[in-house]
């Protein structure tokens, strides 16, 4: 009930491309969706966050794109950039409770 | 910005030592988290803090403890560490809903 699946483990973008992680929960009472960008050393920092009155949320590269009826939600970065490779996490909360975070995803975008 | 800031970056244990894991953040944030970070994993919590005094066990509780004396410090313990606590540790701090993680300690047990 307290799950957050995120797949895939791993992923590989060109330069460019567009990077698509995904994450699917269970708990109905979730109504936060955060997403966290990890560079190695340093602890996750927040990137963007979500809340369901919306299906979509975009700053600047980044967007958010989520499905209620699908208990679903996505990251996706457009061009993405050699920058942007780190791991990034999804996680869901009722609102002002506890995070419940996604395996996490180590993106790599070759040069 | 709020500051979360772990005491130690990296940590070397022997099996058996009490461990004690230390964090503190300046911005007077009421909720304080300690969650292990594994890989394929992701981030799990271990106990976690709405005000001073008051715990609440996570999701991964067995083999820690915890003490909130004073809001700004929520420390965690390892009554007595094992191999398989061998990991990395992370506080977070928070005042609703948006959480600042600190680096980290690498907490290894040999």
């Known amino acids: 009930q307290q799950q957050v699946k995120q797949s895939p483990q791993s992923l590989i973008v060109q330069k460019g491309g567009i990077s698509i992680i995904n994450c699917a929960y269970e708990n109905t009472a979730f109504d936060y969706f955060p997403w966290y960008q990890q560079f190695p050393g340093k602890g996750p920092a927040l990137l963007i966050a979500i809340r369901p009155d919306v299906s979509e949320k975009k700053e600047g590269r980044f967007t958010i794109s989520f499905n209620k009826s699908a208990k679903q939600f996505s990251l996706h970065i457009m061009d993405s950039q050699p920058g942007d490779s780190a791991t990034y996490f999804c996680a869901a909360s009722p609102s002002g409770s506890r995070l419940t975070f996604g395996e996490g995803t180590q993106l790599t975008v070759n040069p | 910005d709020v500051k979360v800031t772990q005491s130690s970056r990296y940590l070397v244990k022997r099996t058996g030592e009490k461990v004690f894991l230390e964090c503190v953040q300046d911005?007077?944030?009421?909720?304080m988290f300690w969650y292990r970070q594994d890989p394929g994993l992701g981030l799990r919590l271990i106990y976690f803090s709405y005000d001073v005094k008051m715990k609440e066990k996570g999701d991964i509780p067995e083999g820690y403890s915890v003490s909130r004396e004073k809001k700004e410090r929520f420390s965690l313990i390892l009554e007595s560490a094992s191999t398989n606590q061998t990991s990395m540790y992370l506080c977070?701090?928070?005042?609703?809903?948006?959480?600042?993680f600190g680096s980290g300690t690498r907490l290894t047990v040999v």
């Open positions: 911005m007077d944030h009421e909720n």
């Open positions: 977070a701090s928070s005042l609703w809903d948006g959480y600042t």
